[in-house]
């Protein structure tokens, strides 16, 4: 096995531990702490500062701490791993056809971990201050939505590469030169 693949497997597992940890503990206790209302993440059509209000009014002071503490952790590594995942999956399906397109197709996912780590500061920072003015609730919002959009572009570069070389494979053609 290649270091690629193997740099891909790791990114990969660290992605789906990571998020399987979110999903399994730490988003539904932060749920129940709130009454029910989603985590700021979720919204990907991004939430008005009356929600953000209401959010901070209700939230418990364990979910709170849970939320600002090992939620952040997870919230942190699972957008790294993704990247690195969708990075490393991006350069490796497209090398072969020009390392100059294969390394700018790599650098699309950090447009998504760049706008999610604004995300998670700016939430972080709302639910340190226990109110938010309306400008650091926008503000979440528009990261949120953001990232949200950088993600999917990220996710369809990568299936059109899948796609191209799915193709390459059916029809045993490809319109770039080989590199070995």
Do not use: C
């Not at 096995?1 to 990571?18: E, H, Y």
């Not at 919230?75 to 990247?83: E, F, G, I, R, S």
């Amino acid at each position: 096995m290649t270091p690629g693949r193997v740099l891909l497997i790791v990114f990969l597992a660290t992605t789906v531990g990571s998020f399987a940890t979110m999903h399994l503990w730490t988003m539904p206790l932060i749920r129940a702490g709130t009454g029910g209302l989603d985590m700021f993440d979720l919204l990907i059509d991004g939430y008005s500062p009356g929600y953000v209000g209401l959010y901070l009014e209700v939230i418990t002071d364990p979910a709170r701490a849970l939320y600002l503490g090992p939620q952040r952790v997870l919230d942190t590594v699972m957008p790294m791993a993704l990247t690195g995942t969708l990075s490393v999956a991006a350069y490796l399906l497209a090398r072969r056809w020009s390392l100059v397109l294969a390394l700018a197709l790599a650098l699309i996912p950090l447009f998504y971990l760049a706008f999610d780590m604004l995300e998670n500061a700016q939430v972080a920072a709302m639910l340190r201050h226990r109110a938010a003015t309306v400008a650091m609730a926008e503000a979440a919002s528009r990261f949120t939505i953001a990232k949200a959009q950088a993600l999917r572009f990220a996710v369809t570069a990568v299936l059109f590469l899948v796609s191209a070389r799915a193709f390459e494979t059916a029809v045993g053609w490809t319109p770039w030169r080989e590199r070995k």
